[in-house]
């Protein structure tokens, strides 16, 4: 089984033995399993991790921490021992905590690569199965159909117009049409090879079977695979932004500190002293925490999406979700259950109705509500028998285990539409298995959105040949020259042409999704491609089903239209049947227009621009339209989500701002173009994951604000101290105690704050926004600033009385600082002020606070700590004088803006 064999020379024979496998069974899973273990998994190999020694290790390589280091070892080798012991406690406990925040990001991000793993079609032991792609192994017999990515090296067995765009290994773009002929030469490149399909290249057309021939790093993308950068843009906007914040904020906080160390040596403090002060206070003022944080919330944000089934594929996607302004879905699966019935049958002249729910093949045929025999009804028969032959679809029965007296349940496998057909034929008694041995197929065009329809060649046992069609009536009626009138064949006059066509409007009017049939019999088997032969069919009817609306998915438009994001619905299907639905769902207003595909494509791009603001359901639209409604959309600044599933949609995917793709019926072309996948692919699930976007936004902005103010407020401290020639209020182990235990906790724990009640009753964030826009730098200064002046005046005032007991006052300040950060922490969780929230909502920032307080109370309590960290066990009149400093910055900021917007909202209520 070695890669050396020149697959694309050898017969199918030759390749099924030499592979060692059966190719009507595939391999067992028991031999599966063995080649696996021999061989290995199918993956190429990924770039090194970093070790988490590695990550532990680079929590030192910060410039101020390796200074602290040092200096604190100086202070060591002095005989400060217990100082500096503390000191690098703290170091490396703040170490510690960063490299936990790191290892967990990190680790959820490996997590969420997982997730998006591809899978395959594979044949083991006699049934088809769908397998992870990981677990291929040579010999495997694959199925491929357009939007697969092709799982491993393979040789093609049977093919049906397969294409494949094999760009990322030949660099050429344009299709391949795919053979299964043995190909005699052996100076081949590789995209020469027709008859071979390689890993990673894209299925975009036809469907084929395959035998697996190499796997993982033996494979054609395995041999080049070092040359192949698989680093994917993880870093959102905003941690970009971040980083660069970052770089100024270190220079203004060391600016700051060297002007405290240089006026403090000038009024006469102690240079060494001050030195280590300074190093200190950069320590701890540089927010070094804040990337991690920020993963953190988007890496947990994340899994809540999973939770509610929205796969982010893109991270910097989370942020895009929560400035979504339109939302373009697809109908069919997405807005509707995609679990179709056949309702209507018409033929020449004769409406039936078809009773019986789901796909229970039980129900009657009725003409005005009597029930028929089908026996008389020969145009409807040959309808059904198209229907239930031109399919891929299957109808599987299942028994539900376990009740005694169940009924067997019946499920499809493939495509819905194609399912109901198979419903109704077999409620006519008509089994694909039987039909099917009378009736060998031997050519088939498959199904694709562009041609909107689907035909087959079939012959029997007698040596007949028939093309049978079906598709979009008013497609396939172009294709028609005759009609089947009862019984009879007629030519498809302008008249009878037309009454086709208004039976089809009056079953779209209800709501119906319509199928169209026609066939053509074929004298001797002739040469050409059946492409060519589809025309001049003769018409046979229509079959009209249901689809009902998904009923989640009419509270979440309203959920988007109070979040001031609108949605549009583009369909393939008919335009009454689109209207029909749009209206069911509340998406359509009295106002809004309906465009369809043909008049879209006459438009040019700047006609589109001015009149897509009032269209709210595009129909009959194939997917290359999608494109140019996302750049008009975009064009009038909107920022525009797109769902799709099939090949054709990736490019109009890859151009919204966040391209959704189905979970289930996508295809793995439409997934790899995506930023969001949809496990469920329901539209309420996007909107869930734009509130959870939005949420964690939110969050961001929320430990930002902590962050940062938290850190002026030590930082001025300090400054106006040493400008007003004070002592030193706060020590150095003090200051680092205050940077490890309110950046850590608090922070986390605000990363994972709830929603605030109105998260999607806001219009969408600019997604230009600056994240300190809406106040939020304002805020950060002033109540920085309050925290400093504060902790200051609780010092200065504790020092007046006691100037013999500086360690009284710093103990003062220090504890006034710690508290006045743990109730600033709770402003934080509001954009409007602390009182619109209740406190006890985030457990984990109550539990943060509480262990924060004890840990406080133990450093200046606990005899044997109170020389390490200069304390003094406090009294009743200290402690009052710090709770009332420490809640100064939050309660009297925050009265003011609670006053305003309370008297805002009175004059926006109706009088
Ligand atoms: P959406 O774009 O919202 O998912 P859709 O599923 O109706 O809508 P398409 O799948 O592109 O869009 O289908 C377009 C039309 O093609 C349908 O209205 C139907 O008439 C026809 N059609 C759908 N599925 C098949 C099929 N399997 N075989 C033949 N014709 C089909």
């Known amino acids: 089984m070695s890669v050396s064999h020149e697959w694309h020379r050898l017969t199918k024979d030759d390749i099924t033995q030499l592979l060692n496998v059966d190719p009507g069974k595939g391999l067992s899973e028991a031999e599966a399993r063995h080649r696996k273990g021999k061989i290995g998994e199918n993956r190429l190999m990924e770039g090194k991790r970093i070790s988490p020694y590695v990550l532990f290790l680079n929590q030192f390589k910060d410039f101020m921490v390796l200074v602290l280091l040092v200096a604190t070892l100086i202070s060591g080798l002095l005989g400060e021992y217990l100082d500096a012991i503390t000191i690098i406690a703290i170091v490396v406990m703040n170490a510690i905590l960063g490299f936990v925040q790191e290892y967990r990001a990190e680790k959820s991000l490996t997590a969420l690569k997982e997730l998006a793993s591809p899978e395959a079609t594979v044949l083991r032991d006699g049934k088809w199965r769908r397998i992870r792609a990981v677990d291929l192994v040579p010999g495997d017999i694959v199925s491929l159909e357009s939007g697969d990515r092709i799982p491993a090296d393979v040789r093609f067995l049977e093919t049906y117009n397969f294409q494949?765009?094999?760009?990322?290994?030949?660099?050429?773009?344009?299709?391949?049409?795919?053979?299964?002929?043995?190909?005699?030469?052996?100076?081949?490149?590789?995209?020469?090879?027709?008859?071979?399909?390689?890993?990673?290249?894209?299925?975009?057309?036809?469907?084929?079977?395959?035998?697996?021939?190499?796997?993982?790093?033996?494979?054609?993308?395995?041999?080049?695979?070092?040359?192949?950068?698989?680093?994917?843009?993880?870093?959102t906007p905003l941690q970009l932004k971040l980083e660069q914040l970052g770089k100024v904020l270190i220079g203004v906080a060391l600016f700051l500190t060297a002007v405290v160390v240089v006026t403090g040596i000038m009024h006469g403090h102690d240079a060494y002293k001050m030195f280590l002060a300074g190093v200190s206070l950069a320590v701890a003022a540089i927010p070094e925490g804040l990337p991690a944080i920020v993963t953190i919330a988007l890496a947990l944000g994340v899994q809540r999406m999973i939770k509610r089934k929205a796969i982010v594929r893109k991270l910097p996607s989370v942020e895009t979700l929560g400035c979504a302004t339109v939302i373009c879905s697809d109908k069919t699966g997405t807005l509707t259950q995609n679990k179709m019935t056949v309702k209507q049958l018409w033929t020449g002249g004769t409406a039936l109705t078809v009773s019986g729910e789901g796909y229970q093949p039980e129900g009657r045929f009725m003409l005005n509500e009597q029930t028929v025999d089908l026996r008389r009804y020969a145009d409807v028969r040959r309808m059904l028998q198209i229907g239930v032959l031109c399919n891929n679809a299957r109808l599987v029965k299942q028994r539900k285990k376990g009740k005694l007296f169940a009924k067997d349940e019946w499920t499809i496998e493939g495509d819905p539409t194609e399912g109901a057909l198979l419903v109704v034929g077999a409620k006519a008694g008509w089994y694909a298995n039987t039909l099917s041995q009378k009736w060998k197929r031997v050519e088939e065009i498959p199904f694709d959105s562009e041609r909107k329809r689907m035909s087959v060649m079939l012959q029997s046992e007698d040596g007949k040949t028939v093309i049978y069609t079906k598709g979009a009536p008013d497609v396939l009626l172009d294709h028609c020259s005759h009609i089947l009138w009862n019984g009879q064949v007629r030519m498809l006059t302008p008249q009878l042409k037309q009454q086709v066509l208004r039976q089809n409007e009056t079953l779209a009017g209800l709501a119906l999704r319509n199928l169209a049939f026609a066939y053509r019999e074929v004298k001797e088997t002739a040469r050409h491609s059946l492409e060519q032969m589809e025309k001049e069919l003769v018409f046979v009817g229509l079959m009209g089903m249901m689809d009902p609306p998904r009923e989640e998915v009419k509270e979440s438009i309203k959920t988007c239209d109070e979040a001031g994001i609108k949605t549009v619905m583009i369909t393939g299907d008919h335009q009454s049947t689109a209207v029909a639905i749009a209206r069911q769902l509340g998406i359509l207003p009295r106002h809004g227009e309906v465009m369809n595909g043909r008049e879209l494509a006459r438009l040019s791009p700047e006609e589109l621009e001015r009149r897509v603001d009032n269209i709210y359901v595009y129909a009959r639209v194939s997917p290359e339209h999608k494109l140019k409604i996302v750049q008009a959309l975009q064009a009038r600044g909107e920022v525009v989500?797109?769902?799709?599933?099939?090949?054709?949609?990736?490019?109009?995917?890859?151009?919204?701002?966040i391209g959704i793709a189905m979970g289930i019926s996508g295809t793995d072309v439409s997934k790899e173009a995506s930023s969001l996948v949809l496990s469920d692919d329901n539209f309420?699930?996007?909107?869930?994951?734009?509130?959870?976007?939005?949420?964690?936004?939110?969050?961001?902005?929320?430990?930002?604000?902590?962050?940062?103010?938290?850190?002026?407020?030590?930082?001025?401290?300090?400054?106006?101290?040493?400008?007003?020639?004070?002592?030193?209020?706060?020590?150095?182990?003090?200051?680092?105690?205050?940077?490890?235990?309110?950046?850590?906790?608090?922070?986390?724990?605000?990363?994972?704050?709830?929603?605030?009640?109105?998260?999607?009753?806001?219009?969408?964030?600019?997604?230009r926004e600056n994240v300190f826009a809406r106040g939020l730098g304002w805020k950060i200064l002033s109540r920085g600033l309050l925290i400093g002046v504060c902790t200051l005046g609780a010092f200065w005032l504790t020092y007046q009385q006691?100037?013999?007991?500086?360690?009284?006052?710093?103990?003062?300040?220090?504890?006034?600082?710690?508290?006045?950060?743990?109730?600033?922490?709770?402003?934080?969780?509001?954009?409007?002020s602390v009182f619109h929230r209740n406190i006890f909502e985030n457990a984990y920032l109550v539990l943060a606070v509480i262990s924060s307080l004890l840990l406080l109370l133990v450093v200046i309590y606990y005899e044997p700590l109170q020389p390490i960290f200069r304390t003094v066990g406090v009294g009743f009149r200290e402690w009052c004088l710090i709770l009332v400093m420490a809640g100064i910055p939050t309660f009297v900021a925050g009265i003011f803006p609670k006053v305003m917007f309370d008297h805002r909202r009175r004059r926006a209520l109706p009088q």
């Open 164 to 235: 494949a765009e094999e760009s990322a290994l030949t660099g050429e773009s344009v299709p391949v049409e795919k053979h299964c002929k043995t190909i005699d030469s052996d100076e081949i490149s590789l995209g020469d090879k027709h008859n071979m399909g390689f890993m990673g290249t894209m299925a975009v057309g036809g469907k084929a079977v395959a035998a697996v021939v190499a796997t993982g790093m033996q494979t054609e993308m395995g041999k080049i695979a070092d040359l192949i950068d698989s680093a994917e843009q993880m870093q």
């Open 641 to 657: 989500a797109m769902t799709g599933d099939g090949v054709n949609d990736a490019p109009a995917i890859k151009a919204a701002d």
């Open 802 to 832: 006691n100037p013999d007991d500086l360690a009284r006052a710093q103990t003062v300040a220090f504890s006034t600082l710690v508290i006045a950060q743990l109730i600033h922490v709770f402003d934080c969780r509001s954009e409007i």
């Open 684 to 767: 309420a699930t996007i909107v869930a994951a734009v509130e959870e976007g939005r949420g964690i936004y939110d969050n961001i902005r929320k430990f930002i604000r902590y962050l940062l103010a938290s850190n002026v407020g030590e930082i001025l401290v300090m400054f106006f101290a040493m400008l007003l020639a004070m002592p030193l209020p706060l020590v150095p182990i003090q200051i680092l105690w205050v940077n490890l235990v309110t950046d850590g906790l608090p922070a986390m724990a605000l990363g994972v704050d709830p929603q605030e009640g109105d998260t999607m009753k806001r219009r969408p964030r600019n997604s």
